[in-house]
Each structure stands twice: as C-alpha cells, then as structure tokens.
T-cell receptor, first 114, second 115 residues
C-alpha cells in the first residue's frame, strides 16, 4: 500500500516570490509520482509527473518537481508565483507495476497575495 | 481531443433517494476511475472500470456502484443517499494498460448535495 503526506495544508506567499510545496510518500514498491492542481469549482489538472529517468521534472505554468528516492520526496517548486497560481495542489502516487489508481495527499492550498 | 466530460455538473438530492452520475472519457481511453472528494476525507478512490469490467475497488459501501459501457462511457450510482455522500465526484480516464506509464486525466466533477 502507498500513502502520501503533504506537510503543509496552506502556504501563503507574495506574488513574484518563490514557493515550494512539500510531498513525501511511503511505498514498499517503486511508484509513479504526480502533481495535480485544482482551481475553485473545477476538476484536477495534471501539472507534471515523474515516471522514470531524470529526477528533475518540468511541468506546465513554470512548475517543476524533483524526485528524491532516498528521502521519498517529490517537492513542487516555482521560482516566481503569480496571483493566478492560487489554487489547491495535490501530490499523488500510483503503482507502476499495476494500473493507474491514484493515492492522493490531503492537498496544499497555495495562497498568493499581491 | 476533447477532455473528460461529466454530467450533470450539479445535483441536489434528499436523503434516501438514489442518483446516477455520468462520465465520458477521452477518446481512445478504456479505463475510467471514480473518486470522491470531501473536505474531511480528501480525495478517495471509489472504483475503476476497464473494458466494461470493474478492475479495482476502493473501500466504500455497496451503496456505491458503477458500470461501463462498450463505448467506455461510465456511470456511477449511489443508492439510499446519506448526508455524508455530499461531495464532489470526479471521474478520470486513462489508456488503462499496465506497464504503459499510464496517466489519469480528470473531468470537472459533479457536485452532489444531499439534503
């Protein structure tokens, strides 16, 4: 079984500042890792994913994440945030050997203020 | 390519009623998964269908059921609604083949309110 921990339920930040949203996972097998974003009253949009290969993954809207196997982490970063990045961000894992059922963290609300 | 569509977007029901939600996957995707999102429990996996067969199931009571049609469209049904069933129900589709680095793409969700 897998589990995902998002260490911060809310992250307030000023516009144009850098941000890091933290994600740690637990699994007895290797996993695929994902970050999704949810804007108010909408579904989930895929930001980026790590399946294999380079541990630094670039996604949409200027986000990137780094897979750290030894620390079982997959933190999301953006060097300069915009007001429009205000949303809830979810880290998720799925087992690569089976099918794509996702296990999600509880989410981190990113609040960007001017 | 059109994305995942869900209908209806909003529903209001009363306790004891039943409800059916619909999901149309991305063209070519054969797997449809359903998730429940609530403020208290977060995102929880309900079940997954592939080629008209339930392939995986989460930890939900039997009141929650689903099916998939030959065109990969899926429906989920909740019978004897309870107040706690109020949630955003999200559908996700993917190719569905093991070992293919599969990725799930989500629809906008159906907001169910039980009064």
């Amino acid at each position: 079984a897998q589990s995902v921990t998002q260490l911060d339920s809310q992250v307030p930040v000023f516009e144009e500042a850098p941000v890091e949203l933290r994600c740690n996972y637990s699994s007895s097998v290797s996993v695929y890792l994902f970050w999704y974003v949810q804007y108010p009253n909408q579904g989930l949009q895929l930001l980026l994913k790590y399946l294999s290969g380079s541990t630094l993954v670039k996604g949409i809207n200027g986000f990137e994440a780094e897979f750290n196997k030894s620390q079982t982490s997959f933190h999301l970063r953006k060097p300069s945030v915009h007001i429009s990045d205000t949303a809830e961000y979810f880290c998720a894992v799925s087992p690569p050997s089976g099918y794509s059922t996702l296990t999600f963290g509880k989410g981190t609300m990113l609040l960007v203020s001017p | 390519k059109a994305g995942v569509t869900q209908t209806p977007r909003y529903l209001i029901k009363t306790r004891g009623q039943q409800v059916t939600l619909s999901c149309s996957p991305i063209s070519g995707h054969r797997s449809v998964s359903w998730y429940q999102q609530t403020p208290g429990q977060g995102l929880q996996f309900l079940f997954e269908y592939f080629s008209e067969t339930q392939r995986n199931k989460g930890n939900f009571p039997g009141r929650f059921s689903g099916r998939q049609f030959s065109n990969s469209r899926s429906e989920m049904n909740v019978s004897t609604l309870e107040l706690g069933d109020s949630a955003l129900y999200l559908c996700a589709s993917s190719v569905g083949l093991a070992g293919t680095k599969d990725t799930q793409y989500f629809g906008p969700g159906t907001r169910l309110t039980v009064l």
